[in-house]
Structures are given as structure tokens and as C-alpha cells.
């Protein structure tokens, strides 16, 4: 498509089209899948983007975009039409995108149905748009994948570059990349995109050795109120089973999938994952899932799906077809911590929106999006209301912060 400085970009229709060793390699480059054969993490080389040490994400492991396409759940009829950002030097991929042709702005978390009615309400076209992330996963990640050892720089210029020529290409409206990382925000909109803010829920392992030992950073009310919840959750004969690996059979992803189903009806409308996309997860990435279900009078009634990364639970969607007082937190967000704790992961990011985690022990996080917008009447205005959201973020997290849950000087005791 362009060139620059001995690097080409491409874009194609399928991550089949790509070796699953070369994605790999730019999305979690020197780092083993959990559970994987020789399975130690070593520090690659550093990039910008780059923490102290890469972590393992599984969302943008080659395994997990090829379940989406493979399983019809990410898909051209479903409205997302893959056009994957490929960067080659010297005729080897050292970058990428994860990119999408979108006819919609369904299953994204990043809202813009006000963006899009006011576009086309003044005669223009907001779809087809791109989408530069994970179908269906408001998990924070890399999206701009680069491959160590890469000239890191003149890759990440490229890619930038790319996802604007492929707008034009594409004669779309829009790109819009979300979750990104913080670096790949900063560096994005020193490239012409907008920059966008949120908020989700995160709790955060401060070295705990158990859950009781994490009731005792919390303050007595919310200390209480977090036992008797789980107390109650199991009151009637329930059982919690955390399942992973060769447990993941396909009784079992039968069992969840009708969760899903069913709570996805009634939320969503429309549920977006189908029932081939679990056996294809389960199969080829079993030892990166937590599956937590919960199980009464001999039948599953409930479950919510988690990835482990190699320092972060993500927690996904949940399920039920019995609904029991706190159940959904018991099996969500308790069980969720325990896990944790257990693992020594530092994080656990418990999905999209819901301020009723706060008094679980979930605390506000900062969630980033950039968005380029060709037509410049729509960037400036788009512009505009960006620059209040996030004021009005910033304040919101700082307020729901200070209410948390967790001791403060002068509280009383441990009960």
C-alpha cells in the first residue's frame, strides 16, 4: 500500500493469512503463553512502548484472533470485516495492526452512536469505519505490535501512517483504535489522532497472601458487607468449581455457552460470540483460562470466562439460568481476587463500567482510545466535546477514588 524507509504495509482479509509464529512475535514477542512448554518469560529488547518487562496478553495472541475469525463471530456478515495492518522489512513482518472494517459500532465499549447520528444527520457517511483493536474486549493491550530487534521507531511511524492510508483506501470515515496503551495514545496523537479517555474497575494485588489478608485493607463496613456477600452467594447448597486447562470440556462449554446465551439476550440483544469460538479457545488456549462456574443440585447454573495473563486476570462476560443473591459477585469478582492472589498476578481487570466494584475493591482506571477523523468539520467537533470528557473523567475517577472501600487514617480496627 506505502512504503517508507525500506518498510512496506500491506493489509489482508484473514489473521489466517499471517504465520501464527510471525504475529506472535510482534504481540507478545519473547514471552510464553502461561502454561506453555518452556514456559519462563524473558525481558526482550526495549521499545517505547515498552514496560520494564513485556507481559503475556492473550487477547492479541495470533490463537485468539483466529478463534474470533474462524468461528464466524468476527466476520464480514457479522459487521466486522478483518483488515489486519501487516509492516514487512527487508521481506520479514516486523509490525502490526489488528484492524477491522466496521458496518456498526456494536460490541466496541468505546461509544461514538452520537459521533456517527450527528455525522449522518449533516449528509455525511459515518460507516463503513476501522476499528484498530479486539472484537468484543474492552481489555487494555498493545495494538500497534512490533516485533523486537525491529527499527522500533520507523515501524511505529509506518503503522501510524498505514492506518491513515487505509482509511483513505478504504474510503471509510474513520479509524478508531481503542484500549490502547497509554505510550500508544501519547504517540498516536502526535500523529494527527484524537485522544479519548475512560474509566473502568480494576483491583490491584498489593501483595496479599489470602483473600482475608485483602479484607484487611478495607474498612469494617465494607469488610462486612463483602462477608456476608459471600456467605449468602452460597447459601443455597451452591459450589464453585474453577476449571482451566484439559477441564474445559466441551459439556462444560455447552453448560456456559447457554449462560451466555441467555444473559446475552437480555443485554445485549444480540449475543456476539458463537459456540464454535469455546471449543476452538478451550482447544488451543485452554491453560490461559479460568473458568468459574458455579454448580447446584447436580447442574452448572452459572459461570463467568477469565484469561490469565502473565500478570493480569481478565475478566470477560458472565453468565447465569438460576439468579441467587450475589452470586454474580461471588463468582465475578471475589472468586476473581482469590485467583489472583493465588497466582501472584497484580491485576485483575474486571471488564466494562459497573461503579456498584468500587465497594468490592475495584478502583477506578484510566482506559485510552485514539481517533483519527478525515472530514475536518466532524474532527473539530469531535474534537471540541473530547477535550471536556476528559475533564469530566479525570474528576469522576478522582471522586469515586477517594470513596473506596480501603482504610484510611483513624479507622477502626480489624473485625
Known sequence: MMSSSEISLAAVGSVS???????DACANPAVAPSGAPGGAISAPPQNSFSSSKETYNPFVSHAFFLALEESNSACSRTGWGPRHLIARQNGAIVGLVPCYLKSH????????????NAYESAGGRYYPKLLASVPFTPATGPRLLICPGSDQAAVCAALAGGLVGLCDATRTSSVHVTFARKEEWTFLAENGFLQRTDQQFHWQNNGYSSFEDFLASLNSRHRKAIRRERRDALANGITIHVLTGSDLTEEIWDAFFQFYMETGSRKWGRPYLTRPFYSLIGENMGRDIALIMARRNGRWIAGAINFIGSDTLFGRHWGAIEHHPFLHFEVCYYQAIDFAIHRRLKTVEAGAQGEHKIARGYLPQTTYSAHYI???????????YLNRERQYVAAAASEL???????????DGIS
Open 17 to 23: 493469512e499471517i504465520p501464527a509464529g510471525d504475529w
Open 105 to 116: 459500532s456494536q460490541g466496541e465499549y468505546v461509544f461514538d452512536h452520537g459521533w456517527a
Open 374 to 384: 478525515a472530514d475536518p468539520g466532524l474532527r473539530r467537533a469531535v474534537g471540541d
Open 401 to 411: 477514588t477517594e470513596a473506596g472501600p480501603f482504610r484510611k487514617t483513624g479507622d
